[in-house]
């Protein structure tokens, strides 16, 4: 399975960015995707989750702001980022756990950076 990660780069604060997330090779649909993200001297951390059923789960820093989304035609999560700020700078990976697998996999990360 791979996953490609893209939608990254430099954005101004109050701007709008989407993340994308597709996974390919080998499975049917993800049962749960997520979005991740680490800052310089930071620990990582999750930013939002969806389930197969479509629950989402958001960080409390990115609630109101930052939307998880999918689509199971193509097998890709999204990460709609409204209201970014620069605290919200990092390199943002994503999960996604296939349905019937065990564990999951982890794409590569793409740099988001909030400046003006």
Same mark, same amino acid.
């Given at each position: 399975?791979?996953?490609?990660?893209?939608?990254?780069?430099?954005?101004?604060?109050?701007? $709008?960015?989407?993340?994308?997330?597709?996974?390919?090779?080998?499975?049917?649909?993800?049962?749960?995707?997520? +979005?991740?993200?680490?800052? !310089?001297?930071?620990?990582?951390?999750?930013?939002?989750?969806?389930? $197969?059923?479509?629950?989402?789960?958001?960080?409390?820093?990115?609630?109101?702001?930052?939307?998880?989304?999918?689509?199971?035609?193509?097998?890709?999560?999204?990460? /709609?980022?409204? *209201?970014?700020?620069?605290?919200? @700078?990092?390199?943002? *990976?994503?999960?996604?756990? !296939?349905?019937? +697998?065990? *564990?999951?996999?982890?794409? /590569?990360? @793409? /740099?988001?950076?909030?400046?003006?």
């Amino acid at each position: 399975v791979q996953l490609q990660a893209s939608g990254g780069g430099l954005v101004q604060p109050g701007g $709008s960015l989407r993340l994308s997330c597709a996974a390919s090779g080998g499975i049917s649909r993800i049962n749960v995707g997520g +979005w991740y993200r680490q800052a !310089p001297g930071k620990q990582r951390e999750s930013v939002a989750t969806i389930y $197969s059923g479509g629950t989402t789960n958001y960080a409390a820093s990115v609630k109101g702001r930052f939307t998880i989304s999918r689509d199971n035609a193509k097998n890709t999560v999204y990460l /709609q980022m409204n *209201s970014v700020k620069p605290e919200d @700078t990092a390199v943002y *990976s994503c999960y996604v756990l !296939p349905t019937g +697998w065990a *564990s999951g996999v982890w794409g /590569q990360g @793409t /740099q988001v950076t909030v400046s003006s």
